[in-house]
């Protein structure tokens, strides 16, 4: 039996629980390259939605199908939560249980990120006044009548809350999330 050229690198984020949103109409490169870097680096994913095993297209069409119940998920189970953009945030920032989770999370000081759009759901929540963010320049006013420090930049990481503008941030999104989660882990474990 051949052996690898590379050993296996050990996952930085094993024992990691994160929760992703997902429901019509999300960014589809938003919410699957969060999901895929994660998974990656050795963390456990799950994508909460309305209804277990509904089958979600996102904007550019590509299906996402839900594992978990938004109302069956506790921020005491999970280390951070992730917001992709599209059109989802829109709809699901009118769930009182979707804000109750998102405060909960931003209350412990968890992993609160959003990309683009997705920051209208932690606006709902409440959870931005005086942090400093960026998103979508589409939701600049929404982030700054919210009461949160706007900066135009491809990630800003405040405390517990990261942010990103669009998808071409990701690969500096997902960097600091990987990093903020491995110093979590590393101060829990």
Request: aromatic share 8%; net charge negative.
């Amino acid at each position: 039996m051949a052996q690898a050229p590379f050993p296996a690198p050990v996952p930085l984020l094993q024992g990691v629980r994160i929760v992703i949103l997902v429901g019509e109409e999300y960014e589809d490169l938003e919410l699957w390259y969060p999901k895929l870097r994660l998974e990656e680096a050795g963390a456990s994913v799950v994508l909460a939605g309305g209804a277990v095993g509904q089958l979600y297209a996102g904007k550019h069409g590509y299906p996402c199908r839900c594992e978990a119940i938004l109302t069956d998920i506790a921020a005491d189970d999970f280390h951070g939560i992730v917001i992709p953009g599209g059109w989802m945030p829109d709809a699901l920032r009118r769930d009182p249980a979707v804000l109750a989770l998102v405060q909960e999370f931003s209350r412990q000081g968890k992993l609160v990120a959003a990309i683009c759009h997705g920051g209208w759901i932690p606006i709902s929540a409440g959870v931005y006044r005086g942090v400093r963010v960026t998103g979508s320049p589409g939701i600049k006013d929404d982030l700054v009548n919210a009461g949160a420090v706007w900066e135009d930049r491809p990630v800003v990481v405040d405390q517990h809350h990261i942010t990103s503008r669009r998808p071409a941030d990701l690969p500096a999104f997902m960097a600091a999330i990987v990093e903020f989660l491995a110093a979590a882990a590393a101060v829990a474990g």
